[in-house]
Nanobody
Framework: QVQLVESGGGLVQPGGSLRLSCAAS???????MGWYRQAPGKQRELVAR???????NYADSVKGRFTISRDNAANTVYLQMNSVKHEDTAVYFC?????????WGQGTQVTVFS
């Protein structure tokens, strides 16, 4: 059982930056890690995924603005959010996919306001 704890969410103005962190309770070196988000009234969607240190995927809506990275030694995954927009407002969830099982964190709220 992998436990994931997100942090770093909050209020940010358009064009600003935030860095989300996801701390895992055990090694994530063999896991595909991802960040998802869910806005009110919408389905949860993939934001970014990192398979290895050099293999990443991004939603088209965040390409060039968000960067996912991982520190396997620290069992932590990050999402650097730059040039945020109002439409980035959502609850952001960390995901670990390991041995055909998905594990989720409790989510962290990101609100972009002006």
């Amino acid at each position: 059982q992998v436990q994931l704890v997100e942090s770093g969410g909050g209020l940010v103005q358009p064009g600003g930056s935030l860095r989300l962190s996801c701390a895992a309770s055990q090694s994530i070196s063999s896991s595909t890690m991802g960040w998802y988000r869910q806005a009110p009234g919408k389905q949860r969607e993939l934001v970014a995924r990192i398979i290895s240190s050099v293999s990443t995927n991004y939603a088209d809506s965040v390409k060039g603005r968000f960067t996912i990275s991982r520190d396997n030694a620290a069992n932590t995954v990050y999402l650097q959010m730059n040039s945020v927009k109002h439409e980035d407002t959502a609850v952001y969830f960390c995901n670990a996919h390991y041995a055909l099982v998905d594990y989720w964190g409790q989510g962290t709220q990101v609100t972009v306001f002006s």
